[in-house]
């Protein structure tokens, strides 16, 4: 049997199943700074409640909270440094260990009060969250958009580009967003539970409680965006595609390789259903039954490639665009509303000349910039990312004229430098000719 020890006085030992702490670390390594330069923040709470033992982690601004079934015996409590804990259990044989800790000055998180807001959270909580999670950008430089939003509308995840509302009977009286919830999603809780909600310090705190899971910390500052003006208004999507073998697209689209920064799919309207062609691999084409209702697409229905295999698995396999492919798609058939900003895809200007051979030669553009045809205001997320590949752009434009312009400096010192030689050869050849004669 592992056991692990520290040179302390006071020596506190319990015995716990190898499976039930390893599940625990799975859940509270996602919150664990192991290269922290606080004790506390690498390191494992073991606290004894009864007949249950509380394992506890955070890395100063989180903190989760798992219930297990251990044997503390006499301790109220202790901490063993995480990675401590793994090496134990990896050079421990049997079905049980042994674990030994210490005391350490652990920081009790903040006080549910009194008067803070109670929301109660249906069974299926921790499975909207895990569906809305693949929406989220870690990278988007609004804090808000790094998390998932909750509100009376439900849950919702955005990136700019995409954006899942769930439904949720959610009793709440103001939206937050909880930061992105990796722990939460790695216990995977299937329980009812309860969102606690107040301020502290000019601050919103939240603790969320399912079964014997426990999560608190902050919200994420900022105000999450208007997300329902951009829903386009149902007399704006003027046809309707739905996908009867979906699975084939899903396995077709694991074949197509990356073609960024679009990834562009095309879901061309033909007789009978749709072609799915990849725009950068048109010889790669996938053809299958579809029913198509209402007006004959102007534009080609385009749709980033990771987004629509996302839509796809999700179950969403109708979807309700319009013909002229600028404004929002809305995928229907899973839970909630799917958006998704198509790509648009524009032929260039072919000679008048009937005789020409040439194929349209198609030129891709986002239609992050695009405006819905009604008056209803520019979504800013749109604008945010139109804004950045439009900088992105000035970049590499601003990157390739000063290498260019390096380049010719480099030309110019070298061409300098020999001038320099040439000047002094020819000198030298003078003075041994004037010491000549």
């Known amino acids: ?21 390893q599940e625990a670390l799975k859940v ?8 922290s330069p606080v004790e506390v923040q690498r390191s494992v709470r073991f606290l004894d409640v009864g007949a249950q033992v509380w394992l506890t982690a955070t ?46 000055d652990w920081p009790e998180p903040e006080t549910v009060p009194d008067d803070a807001v109670t929301v109660e959270l249906s069974p ?40 899942l509302n769930l439904p949720c ?34 601050e919103r705190l939240f603790r969320i409680v399912i079964g014997g899971f426990q999560w608190q910390g902050k919200a994420l500052p900022g105000n999450f965006p208007d997300w329902k003006q ?3 208004a149902d007399k704006t999507l003027d046809y309707r ?7 084939r697209i899903i396995e077709f689209l694991k074949t197509v390789p990356d073609s960024p920064p679009f990834h562009a799919i095309e879901l061309n309207v033909v007789p009978g259903g749709v072609t799915v062609i990849p725009n950068n691999f048109p010889n790669m084409e996938l053809r299958l039954e579809a029913t198509v209702i209402g007006a004959q697409p102007r534009a080609v229905l385009a749709l980033n490639k990771y987004i629509l295999l996302r839509m796809l698995q999700l179950g969403y396999t109708k979807f309700r665009a319009h013909s002229d492919g600028r404004i929002p798609v809305v995928a229907e058939g899973g839970s909630g509303r799917y958006l998704a900003m198509p790509i648009h895809i524009l032929p260039k200007h072919q000679p008048e000349k009937e005789t020409s051979k040439m194929e349209n030669i198609k030129h891709i553009e986002h239609t ?31 990157l390739d004229e000063s290498a260019l312009l390096a380049r010719k400096v480099k030309e110019a010192v070298l061409q300098q430098k020999q001038r320099e030689r040439e000047f002094v050869q020819a000198k030298r050849a003078i003075e041994r000719i004037r010491m000549a004669i």
């Open 124 to 163: 299926d909580f921790g499975k909207l969250l895990a569906l809305a999670a693949p929406v989220v950008d870690l990278r988007e430089a609004r804090l808000a958009l790094r998390g998932i939003n909750l509100s009376r509308d439900g849950v919702t995840a955005t990136n700019g580009k995409e954006l």
């Open 241 to 247: 595609i739905e996908i009867h073998e979906p699975e």
């Open 28 to 35: 509270l390594g996602k919150v664990v700074s192991q290269t």
């Open 230 to 232: 951009v829903i386009p």
């Open 1 to 21: 049997m592992g056991q692990l020890c520290f040179n302390i006085t006071e020596v506190m030992k319990m015995k716990i199943r190898k499976s039930v702490l």
């Open 169 to 202: 009977p959610l009793k709440i009286p103001e939206d937050m967003t909880l930061p992105f919830p990796l722990a939460l999603l790695t216990a995977k809780p299937e329980e009812a539970g309860t969102l606690y909600i107040w301020r502290c310090r000019n």
């Open 368 to 398: 992050e910039n695009a405006t819905m045809e009604t008056a209803e205001p520019v979504n800013p997320m749109e604008e945010l990312n139109h804004s950045i590949e439009e900088l992105r752009g000035k970049l590499k434009t601003l």
């Open 59 to 104: 890395d100063g601004v989180e903190s989760v909270t798992v219930e297990v079934i251990g044997d503390a015996g006499e301790l109220e409590e202790f901490a063993v440094e995480y990675k401590a804990l793994r090496e134990l259990i990896r050079s421990t044989r049997g079905g049980e260990v042994e674990v030994t800790g210490k005391r350490l």
